[in-house]
């Protein structure tokens, strides 16, 4: 470490702890120095140097608080019969599901059964429509249940990722199955 630097953590250390005055007279000697710099110098944390900062009546102000964000209402005109395929479809393709829950009262989880039930093809959460020919409860039981292969090699195959595919498995209420390795050195030499 430089010689000025060890100066800089000894002028630090001798500071009395509780003394706001010590501590605003160091930062104004060293106002080169940022927050991370002298935390760098002296082994302390930033965390702890910003500590002492706003002890001494340097430390900057806590932001103010951005203003809340208040949902925009959605007034849509909810028919006595709601529970039809056609004005399901046009709003959950114009609204997405969680605004249905919500102007209808229902939960959420009976939109998605009701969506399921009248075959309305669903969307992903980013409110993409979901046209991956892989995504079907049939395609993930032959290829993950019947024929066994890996969360990865059926991500391969379906050509996303890992989580993407563990999404689906759990979309699909399959059990998702643990991590299993090969043999153990003691059964490979026959042991």
Known sequence: MDERYAQVKQEFHKIDRFNGDGYREFFLKYPFLSTNDIAQIVGRCAAN??????LAGLGSKNPSKPPRHVPVPIIVDVPENWDTKEWLESTYEQYGCRTIARITGRPICTIYRKLKKYGIQLKDRNGYIIKNPCFSEEWIRNHYKDMEMSIAKCSRLAGVSKDTFTGWLNH??????GITYGPSVGEVDGV
Request: hydrophobic content about 35%; overall charge positive; some cysteine.
């Open 172 to 177: 699909f209420k399959f059990e998702v199955r």
């Open 49 to 54: 140097i910003r500590k002492c900062k706003r």
